[in-house]
């Protein structure tokens, strides 16, 4: 079983930055690739970026630019870097971990884009 606890999240006006952070408690961490989610109210959960063990990472069209997913393997940590906010990225924030067809969620964290 693999626990993932989320932090970072917050309220911040337009324009502004965030940065998350999701800590893995497994020690095999440099093995599972990494992904965050979101969903906004009354919206389906969207992949917003992933990272594999390797450091391939991937991005939604809507993002680019503006987020940079990173990992620190040795502290079984991924970021997520969020730049140029805007209301619509308004969400709750999900870290999931995959390792062999297996995925293990965090609780998520709150992100609110508003003046």
């Known amino acids: 079983q693999v626990q993932l606890v989320e932090s970072g999240g917050g309220l911040v006006q337009p324009g502004g930055s965030l940065r998350l952070s999701c800590v893995a408690s497994?020690?095999?961490?440099?093995?599972?690739?990494m992904t965050w989610y979101r969903q906004a109210p009354g919206n389906q959960r969207e992949l917003v970026a992933s990272?594999?063990?390797?450091?391939?990472?991937n991005y939604v069209d809507s993002v680019k630019g503006r987020f940079t997913i990173s990992r620190d393997n040795a502290k079984k940590t991924v970021y997520l870097q969020m730049n140029a906010l805007k209301p619509e990225d308004t969400a709750v924030y999900y870290c999931?971990?995959?390792?062999?067809?297996?995925?293990?969620w965090g609780q998520g964290t709150q992100v609110t884009v508003s003046s």
């Open positions: 497994s020690n095999i961490f440099i093995l599972m690739t």
């Open positions: 999931k971990a995959t390792m062999k067809a297996s995925d293990y």
């Open positions: 990272i594999t063990g390797a450091g391939t990472t």
